[in-house]
């Protein structure tokens, strides 16, 4: 009864690399999909307080939407390059390690379970055991917590940004060309800040957090900055500069 208590306790968690990797990837297509939804809603809310003129607002939030694709797509390829080259130079700096140096790298890796507690002698085994199976990873994974086959690809993780942002884009966009102008932004508020409450509990979810929270807080920052847009574009509409 108490194994299958501690079993169950433990089904969220990610002990498998696999799963944790697809966690993660699953988190941050949530946050690219909510920059979508806030980054595209704040335009296009900001262009309907100015004009009710359908072809303004749908060139505005078109343009938004594309640039922010490419403007994540971007970021997340010089982001992950850096990352991914920086894994790849110490995997072969640890690759040359064990061929020029194995005895020391052997000490050292026994070294390393030692300090986490097991003895001497356990520690010594492990290490033998481990480097006799797959040296290389057995060190990756100990002194730099790398997976050799974990590296993720730069160009996936663009396209995943890009993707995810645009059809985030897409329900600010549909909310405010669809209705009637007199119910574009009641309409487009109301949309979004519900799929924002979702996402910020999906995210939420994902990493383990109190999803009310979580909700709560997208869904503030999200009304503050429609708020902030709509006043400013009715401003620069009453004062005739648009």
Request: hydrophobic share 50%.
């Amino acid at each position: 009864m108490a194994s299958t208590e501690r079993s169950a306790r433990h089904d969220r968690e990610p002990h498998d690399n696999d799963i944790a990797q697809r966690l993660n990837w699953l988190r941050a297509g949530v946050l690219g999909a909510n920059d979508g939804i806030v980054s595209v809603a704040a335009i296009v809310v900001g262009v309907a307080g100015a004009t009710t003129n359908t072809g303004a607002i749908l060139a505005a939030g078109a343009a938004g939407a594309l640039g922010g694709a490419v403007s994540m797509a971007l970021g997340e390829y010089v982001s992950v390059s850096s990352q991914s080259d920086s894994q790849k130079a110490l995997i072969e700096k640890e690759r040359r390690e064990l061929e020029e140096q194995p005895e020391e790298e052997l000490a050292e890796l026994a070294a390393i379970y030692e300090s986490k507690g097991l003895s001497s002698g356990t520690a010594w085994t492990v290490a033998k055991e481990l480097t006799a199976h797959n040296a290389l990873a057995a060190h990756l994974s100990a002194e730099l917590n790398i997976d050799e086959d974990g590296i993720v690809s730069a160009w996936h993780a663009a396209f995943a940004s890009a993707i995810a942002f645009t059809l985030g884009a897409l329900l600010p966009l549909l909310s405010i060309l669809l209705p009637p102008p007199a119910l574009r932004v009641p309409l487009t508020f109301v949309s979004v800040l519900v799929a924002l409450a979702l996402t910020g509990a999906l995210g939420a979810w994902i990493g383990g957090s109190s999803r009310t929270r979580a909700a709560v807080r997208v869904v503030v920052g999200g009304a503050l900055a429609l708020a902030a847009t709509f006043s400013l574009g009715s401003l620069l509409g009453s004062t005739g500069v648009i």
